[in-house]
């Protein structure tokens, strides 16, 4: 299966796609004819899922909040885009902004929302920039703001930037920070969609999730679901980096053979005299793929979930063998200590150890017994945290370890890296 | 370009406007804290310890809060940083590209150790940050706003030429 | 069971759980980790405290339940238990659960035990000790190193003990609402810190060192004092203003050492303010350690007679609002309750917190004075005037150095004859004829009103000073004495 650029028909551009190309809000027009709860069973049927890496149906999610309460609503649009080896969100929102503001109105009228933040990395002051001009572009021809279309609703949509926090991409973590805090992710129940923004009911989405509302309502749910799978329907953004020739995001229907999409859309290995040594399907979250299970599967959640690893964020990251795996892992490692908020312990410690032991493995220092201890760590890190940053490398930790033990063995034998590659990872 | 006085901060007319219209944004004091702290460090510089107290006055935040949340963030400038304040990512995909190698390279042109660090002129000064969300252009990196990626030797060479010329 | 609305018997307040295999009933709210205390199971915590409102961070308590999805390990601090909720306290899995948290919390946890101010009431010993393992598998050489910190005047923090709990920001930004602590940095890399130039001096400030489960904060004041396991603690309370706060008062050979916050509903809740938790400081400052007659140092026994001697005629008696109701009841009795008058400390600052007021009035038993002595106990002009013609006076004097106005003590000066009870010296033991020496607080028992009526009790701690006895005692022996001596 070819690419299927519903998303990104029109990313292949210098600048950005602003309104005097875009139009009219056609989508959102379209949504206001039917009613909200009308509109939420349309994104149900369709079938989109989360795409910012859980999955979640995001119909569901719309319908788990309250219509008729006495506090306002709020939606965070989730741009927060961090998980290693993801870069879809930001093309989109560069060069396409007014797909993602009309999907956040089309989901802001079928949950009853006035407002709405679009939470943006600090890291992309490019991408804040042009949602800037294009939200107020939109107000100007009253797509947005006050009355939009004479219909009655309205809706403001700000944008509000991080500042460099992997965290602020978990959803309570995006809370916290939004409200002017240390991005500490909350202790849940109870769940945004009652308890979230400022107290409020509040539905948090990835950008591709948002944008992808655009379709159902032009098109239609059945035209989503033609595409993809039955459990995993309609078109994903994959963002493809590391060893292959031709990386970037490909916007694919969702069961696509990973074969496909890294030798027929990527050009295949970098390296023609290196094989691929390792594929990360979904984002440094995912654990790690050895390539003949890669490529025995279709890029779809219960696939990828099947064998042990996770679709997530669709950020594939191919390796081949000019690099040492256990310094790749030293490397995620370090992100994920780097990166842990520090609130509880299983996390804050443990990934601390984990990198410490990681790297004195890399270095020689290790012996067997410390894989078993690695391995424990690792499982002791998993569902006893309050989010889940600790499972997010414990896993591939463990993976690591049962997948491709042989580089660990090696390592301690040789009293260091037998390879004696570059290191990628200081 | 100047900055309004670092250790004894007050909001110019103009950020004082764009002030008002963040706080504007939100339902309470707090919320537009990281916002207002992009402001400051625009208008400021860097966020020393003075500008954050002026922050946490102005929203009526404790200081201590203002600082817990300046320290959590990563791109918050805490110190002088340079004219061109480059963000090199040292996250996977960029590192088994060859990312260290030019790391490495980009330290001793500007003459800082392994670290990194502001060059003596205060003209570049490089860190290590996480995953830029660039990962099919690395290695690559942010100098100030802009995007370099596909990075060499050679390519940073460039650059830093064009840099010094514009800043001479 | 209770009415729900007005339609007679509605839904019971109550809940049924299983819990170890057990079904119990409990009240609707309560949380799996109290109903697993209440029925003996051991479930330890670092970061739950009754006083404060959230919890659930340090991952502590975990416990097993059934959930749709299989057994989860969740925080019991937390989970109310539901109707049906079926959990396991001490599973294998709650278990190991709870021993690897233990195990991440000595990665980077400085062994300083032989030198922390913590060790032998420190919570991460016990809980390693009762539910961990002894030896931590984690490197030694890649502990994080974290520095010591000055937190102002009163607090000392050690910066790689803490085990990010929370107690102290939120007592800081909830109780006394005076946030002078938050974290800084993150990861394993946090630390706990002050914004410069503004330390820690609220006066509710070393509620966190009580609260503290680890030596992270630290008394400035009681560091390397005394460990913990050769002190003795007592129960009792605190006479430094008229609140009369519940303390515990730790003391070790026959010496009062550290005073800390005892719970109590009525009064103050889980917290006591720092100048009361100072007066543990005073208490040996000063004090009457010896009877005195006409200024010489004598015998107490001579110094009794004498006061026989000199109270067998008429006299009248002037108290204090740091004597207990006892004493003051017993003295009425000596007298027929002709009472002069009484003393009373100056006012201080009252100061308002969000969850704690401190009052100004800094005497304990005002209340109770009044109700034996009347409205004008302690109007100095009445007192004056009272003083008129009066020959003998029995003054009960327990207040901490006592400053007394010119003007009464020019009045006192008139008085021919005083028998005067003084824990702490003050310039009316320079006019006294007999000054008999008597008790602190923390060296007697008795009754205390605070300023909302509500009666507590002090209690015997530590022996007076020297030759000093309870004032309660020494009334005691003047009654009995003076009845047979058969006065008016």
């Given at each position: 299966?070819?690419e299927?650029r519903?998303?990104m028909e029109?990313c292949?551009?210098?600048d950005?796609?602003?309104?005097?190309?875009?139009?009219?809000?056609?989508?959102l027009?379209?949504t206001?004819?039917?009613?909200s709860?009308?509109?939420i069973?349309?994104?149900?049927?369709?079938?989109v899922?989360?795409?910012?890496?859980?999955?979640?149906p995001a119909?569901?999610k719309?319908?788990f909040?309250?219509?008729?309460v006495?506090?306002?609503?709020?939606?965070?649009c989730?741009?927060?885009?961090?998980e290693?080896?993801?870069?879809k969100?930001?093309?989109?929102?560069?060069?396409?902004?007014h797909i993602?503001?009309?999907?956040?109105a089309i989901?802001?009228?079928?949950?009853?929302i006035g407002t709405?933040?679009?939470?943006?990395?600090?890291?992309?002051p490019?991408?804040?920039?042009?949602l800037?001009?294009?939200?107020?572009?939109a107000?100007?021809k009253n797509?947005l703001g006050?009355?939009?279309m004479?219909?009655?609703?309205?809706l403001?949509?700000?944008?509000?930037?991080?500042a460099g926090?992997?965290?602020c991409?978990?959803?309570?973590?995006?809370?916290?920070?939004?409200e002017?805090?240390?991005?500490?992710?909350?202790i849940?129940?109870?769940?945004?969609?009652?308890?979230?923004?400022?107290?409020?009911?509040?539905?948090?989405?990835n950008v591709?999730?948002?944008?992808?509302?655009?379709?159902?309502?032009?098109?239609?749910?059945e035209r989503?679901?033609?595409v993809?799978?039955?459990?995993?329907?309609?078109?994903k953004?994959?963002?493809?980096?590391?060893h292959?020739?031709?990386?970037?995001?490909?916007e694919?229907p969702l069961?696509?053979?990973?074969?496909?999409?890294?030798?027929?859309?990527?050009?295949?290995?970098?390296r023609?005299?290196?094989?691929?040594?390792?594929?990360?399907?979904?984002g440094?979250?995912?654990p790690?793929?050895?390539?003949?299970?890669?490529?025995?599967?279709?890029?779809?959640y219960?696939?990828?979930?099947a064998?042990?690893?996770m679709l997530?964020?669709?950020?594939?990251?191919?390796?081949?063998?000019?690099?040492?795996l256990?310094?790749v892992?030293?490397?995620m490692?370090?992100?994920?200590a780097?990166?842990?908020?520090g609130?509880c312990?299983?996390?804050?410690?443990?990934?601390?150890?984990?990198e410490t032991?990681?790297?004195r493995?890399?270095?020689?220092?290790?012996?067997l017994e410390?894989?078993?201890?690695?391995?424990?760590?690792?499982?002791?890190?998993?569902?006893?945290t309050?989010?889940?940053?600790?499972?997010?490398?414990?896993?591939?930790?463990?993976?690591?370890?049962k997948?491709f033990r042989?580089?660990?063995?090696?390592h301690?034998?040789?009293?260091?890296?037998?390879h004696?590659?570059?290191?990628?990872?200081? | 370009?100047?900055y309004?006085?670092?250790?004894?901060?007050?909001f110019s007319p103009?950020?004082?406007?764009e002030?008002?219209?963040?706080?504007?944004?939100y339902?309470?004091?707090?919320?537009?804290?990281?916002?207002?702290?992009?402001?400051?460090?625009k208008?400021?510089?860097y966020l020393?310890i003075?500008?954050?107290?002026?922050?946490?006055n102005?929203?009526?935040?404790?200081?201590?809060?203002?600082?817990?949340?300046?320290?959590?963030?990563?791109m918050?400038?805490?110190?002088?940083k340079?004219?061109?304040?480059?963000?090199?990512?040292?996250?996977?995909?960029?590192?088994?590209?060859g990312?260290?190698?030019?790391?490495?390279?980009?330290?001793?042109?500007?003459g800082?150790?392994?670290?990194?660090?502001?060059?003596?002129?205060?003209?570049?000064?490089?860190?290590?940050?996480?995953?830029?969300?660039?990962?099919?252009i690395g290695?690559?990196?942010?100098?100030?706003?802009?995007?370099?990626?596909?990075?060499?030797?050679?390519?940073?060479d460039?650059l830093?030429?064009k840099?010094?010329s514009?800043?001479a | 069971?209770?009415?729900q609305n007005?339609?007679?018997?509605?839904?019971?307040?109550?809940?049924?759980?299983?819990?170890n295999g057990?079904e119990?009933?409990?009240?609707?709210?309560t949380?799996?980790?109290?109903a697993?205390?209440?029925?003996?199971?051991?479930?330890?915590?670092?970061c739950?405290?009754d006083g404060?409102?959230?919890?659930?961070?340090?991952?502590?308590?975990?416990?097993?339940?059934?959930?749709?999805?299989?057994?989860?390990?969740?925080?019991?601090c937390?989970?109310?238990?539901?109707?049906?909720t079926?959990c396991?306290?001490?599973?294998d899995?709650?278990l190991?659960?709870?021993?690897?948290?233990?195990?991440?919390y000595?990665?980077?946890?400085?062994?300083?035990?032989p030198?922390?101010d913590?060790a032998?009431?420190?919570?991460?010993?016990?809980?390693?000790y009762?539910?961990?393992?002894a030896k931590?598998?984690a490197?030694?050489e890649?502990?994080?190193?974290?520095?010591?910190?000055?937190?102002?005047?009163?607090?000392?923090?050690?910066?790689?003990?803490?085990?990010?709990?929370?107690?102290?920001?939120?007592?800081?930004?909830?109780?006394?609402?005076?946030?002078?602590?938050?974290f800084?940095q993150r990861?394993?890399?946090q630390?706990?810190?002050?914004?410069?130039?503004?330390?820690i001096?609220?006066?509710?400030?070393?509620n966190?060192?009580?609260?503290c489960?680890?030596?992270?904060?630290?008394?400035?004041?009681?560091?390397?004092t005394?460990r913990?396991?050769l002190?003795?603690?007592?129960?009792?309370?605190?006479?430094?203003?008229s609140?009369?706060?519940?303390i515990?008062?730790?003391?070790k050979?026959?010496?009062?050492?550290?005073?800390?916050?005892?719970?109590?509903?009525?009064v103050?809740?889980?917290?006591?303010?720092?100048?009361?938790?100072?007066?543990?400081?005073?208490?040996?400052?000063?004090?009457?350690?010896?009877a005195?007659?006409?200024?010489?140092?004598?015998?107490?026994?001579?110094?009794?007679?004498?006061a026989?001697?000199?109270?067998?005629?008429?006299?009248?008696?002037?108290v204090?609002?740091?004597?207990?109701q006892?004493?003051?009841?017993l003295?009425?009795?000596?007298?027929?309750?002709?009472?002069?008058?009484a003393?009373?400390?100056?006012?201080?600052?009252?100061?308002?917190?969000?969850e704690?007021?401190?009052?100004?009035?800094?005497?304990?038993?005002?209340?109770?004075?009044i109700?034996?002595v009347?409205?004008?106990?302690?109007d100095e002009?009445a007192t004056i005037k009272?003083?008129?013609g009066?020959?003998?006076l029995?003054?009960?004097?327990?207040?901490?150095e006592?400053?007394?106005?010119s003007?009464?003590?020019?009045?006192?000066?008139?008085?021919?004859?005083?028998?005067?009870l003084e824990?702490?010296?003050?310039?009316?033991?320079?006019?006294?004829?007999?000054?008999?020496?008597?008790?602190?607080a923390t060296?007697?028992?008795g009754t205390?009103i605070?300023?909302?009526?509500?009666?507590?009790?002090?209690?015997?701690c530590?022996?007076?000073?020297g030759?000093?006895?309870?004032?309660?005692?020494?009334?005691?022996?003047?009654?009995?004495?003076l009845s047979?001596?058969?006065?008016v």
């Amino acid at each position: 299966m070819p690419e299927v650029r519903w998303l990104m028909e029109h990313c292949d551009r210098e600048d950005p796609r602003y309104l005097n190309e875009y139009g009219d809000y056609d989508a959102l027009r379209k949504t206001f004819d039917k009613d909200s709860a009308a509109v939420i069973e349309d994104m149900k049927s369709a079938g989109v899922r989360g795409r910012g890496g859980a999955g979640f149906p995001a119909g569901l999610k719309w319908s788990f909040v309250p219509q008729n309460v006495d506090k306002p609503k709020y939606l965070c649009c989730n741009a927060d885009e961090s998980e290693p080896g993801t870069f879809k969100d930001r093309v989109l929102m560069e060069k396409d902004p007014h797909i993602l503001l009309e999907g956040i109105a089309i989901c802001c009228y079928a949950v009853g929302i006035g407002t709405a933040y679009i939470y943006i990395r600090g890291e992309y002051p490019i991408a804040a920039r042009i949602l800037d001009k294009a939200i107020a572009e939109a107000k100007e021809k009253n797509l947005l703001g006050k009355n939009i279309m004479d219909k009655g609703f309205d809706l403001e949509i700000y944008v509000h930037r991080g500042a460099g926090a992997y965290i602020c991409g978990e959803e309570t973590g995006l809370l916290e920070s939004l409200e002017g805090k240390r991005g500490h992710p909350r202790i849940k129940p109870p769940f945004p969609a009652l308890i979230g923004l400022f107290g409020c009911p509040t539905v948090i989405n990835n950008v591709e999730t948002l944008a992808a509302a655009t379709l159902v309502m032009r098109h239609g749910p059945e035209r989503y679901k033609s595409v993809g799978t039955e459990k995993s329907p309609g078109t994903k953004m994959f963002s493809v980096s590391g060893h292959v020739k031709k990386p970037g995001v490909y916007e694919i229907p969702l069961g696509t053979p990973v074969k496909e999409l890294i030798y027929d859309i990527c050009g295949g290995p970098l390296r023609d005299d290196s094989p691929i040594q390792c594929v990360i399907p979904g984002g440094s979250s995912a654990p790690p793929l050895t390539p003949e299970v890669a490529m025995e599967l279709t890029l779809d959640y219960e696939a990828i979930g099947a064998a042990g690893s996770m679709l997530g964020s669709g950020g594939m990251i191919v390796i081949d063998e000019t690099v040492c795996l256990l310094d790749v892992l030293y490397n995620m490692t370090r992100f994920y200590a780097d990166e842990s908020c520090g609130q509880c312990t299983p996390c804050r410690e443990g990934t601390s150890w984990l990198e410490t032991m990681v790297h004195r493995i890399e270095h020689g220092e290790g012996t067997l017994e410390d894989l078993d201890l690695l391995d424990e760590a690792a499982t002791n890190m998993c569902g006893t945290t309050i989010c889940v940053l600790s499972d997010s490398i414990a896993m591939p930790v463990r993976v690591f370890l049962k997948n491709f033990r042989h580089i660990f063995e090696s390592h301690i034998e040789a009293k260091g890296c037998p390879h004696k590659m570059e290191m990628v990872s200081a | 370009m100047s900055y309004s006085d670092v250790t004894a901060p007050k909001f110019s007319p103009e950020a004082k406007k764009e002030f008002d219209e963040l706080c504007s944004r939100y339902p309470n004091k707090m919320a537009p804290l990281l916002m207002v702290l992009h402001l400051a460090e625009k208008e400021f510089g860097y966020l020393s310890i003075e500008v954050q107290e002026y922050v946490a006055n102005l929203l009526e935040l404790s200081p201590a809060h203002v600082q817990g949340v300046c320290t959590f963030y990563t791109m918050y400038k805490l110190e002088k940083k340079g004219k061109i304040r480059i963000q090199y990512c040292a996250t996977l995909s960029c590192a088994i590209m060859g990312g260290e190698k030019v790391f490495d390279h980009i330290c001793s042109k500007i003459g800082v150790s392994r670290k990194g660090g502001m060059s003596e002129d205060e003209l570049v000064s490089v860190e290590k940050v996480e995953c830029l969300g660039a990962c099919d252009i690395g290695p690559m990196m942010l100098a100030n706003d802009e995007t370099h990626g596909n990075l060499t030797p050679e390519k940073f060479d460039a650059l830093y030429e064009k840099w010094k010329s514009k800043n001479a | 069971m209770s009415p729900q609305n007005g339609n007679g018997f509605g839904m019971s307040d109550k809940v049924k759980i299983t819990l170890n295999g057990e079904e119990v009933e409990v009240d609707k709210g309560t949380t799996l980790l109290k109903a697993s205390l209440d029925k003996g199971n051991d479930v330890p915590t670092f970061c739950y405290h009754d006083g404060l409102d959230k919890s659930g961070y340090c991952r502590m308590c975990l416990v097993e339940i059934d959930t749709p999805r299989g057994k989860r390990l969740i925080t019991s601090c937390n989970t109310p238990c539901a109707e049906g909720t079926v959990c396991d306290s001490h599973s294998d899995a709650a278990l190991v659960g709870r021993k690897a948290v233990l195990e991440f919390y000595l990665v980077n946890h400085p062994i300083d035990c032989p030198e922390c101010d913590k060790a032998g009431e420190c919570t991460l010993q016990n809980n390693s000790y009762d539910h961990g393992q002894a030896k931590s598998r984690a490197n030694l050489e890649d502990k994080i190193v974290k520095p010591r910190k000055d937190f102002g005047d009163k607090i000392r923090f050690y910066s790689q003990r803490c085990v990010a709990c929370r107690r102290c920001t939120q007592f800081l930004d909830d109780v006394s609402g005076t946030s002078e602590l938050a974290f800084t940095q993150r990861g394993a890399h946090q630390e706990l810190d002050v914004f410069p130039g503004k330390p820690i001096h609220n006066s509710l400030a070393k509620n966190i060192v009580d609260i503290c489960p680890v030596g992270a904060l630290i008394d400035k004041d009681f560091q390397y004092t005394a460990r913990p396991w050769l002190m003795s603690s007592s129960d009792s309370v605190c006479a430094g203003c008229s609140k009369g706060c519940a303390i515990t008062v730790d003391h070790k050979d026959e010496k009062a050492l550290r005073f800390k916050a005892r719970f109590d509903k009525e009064v103050n809740g889980h917290w006591i303010c720092d100048h009361g938790r100072d007066t543990v400081k005073t208490l040996e400052i000063n004090r009457h350690s010896n009877a005195l007659v006409d200024g010489e140092i004598v015998k107490v026994m001579v110094a009794k007679e004498k006061a026989v001697s000199l109270l067998a005629k008429e006299f009248k008696a002037l108290v204090s609002a740091f004597n207990t109701q006892e004493e003051i009841e017993l003295t009425g009795e000596l007298t027929d309750k002709k009472f002069v008058g009484a003393l009373a400390r100056a006012d201080g600052d009252k100061e308002e917190f969000p969850e704690f007021t401190i009052p100004a009035d800094k005497n304990p038993n005002r209340a109770g004075v009044i109700q034996h002595v009347g409205d004008k106990a302690f109007d100095e002009a009445a007192t004056i005037k009272n003083l008129e013609g009066v020959t003998t006076l029995l003054i009960i004097n327990a207040i901490p150095e006592y400053q007394v106005s010119s003007t009464l003590l020019e009045a006192l000066k008139k008085v021919q004859n005083i028998v005067l009870l003084e824990a702490w010296k003050s310039d009316i033991s320079d006019i006294a004829t007999v000054v008999l020496p008597s008790a602190a607080a923390t060296e007697k028992d008795g009754t205390f009103i605070n300023d909302a009526g509500i009666e507590r009790n002090v209690n015997f701690c530590v022996p007076t000073p020297g030759y000093a006895e309870m004032d309660f005692d020494i009334l005691k022996f003047l009654n009995k004495a003076l009845s047979r001596v058969g006065a008016v």
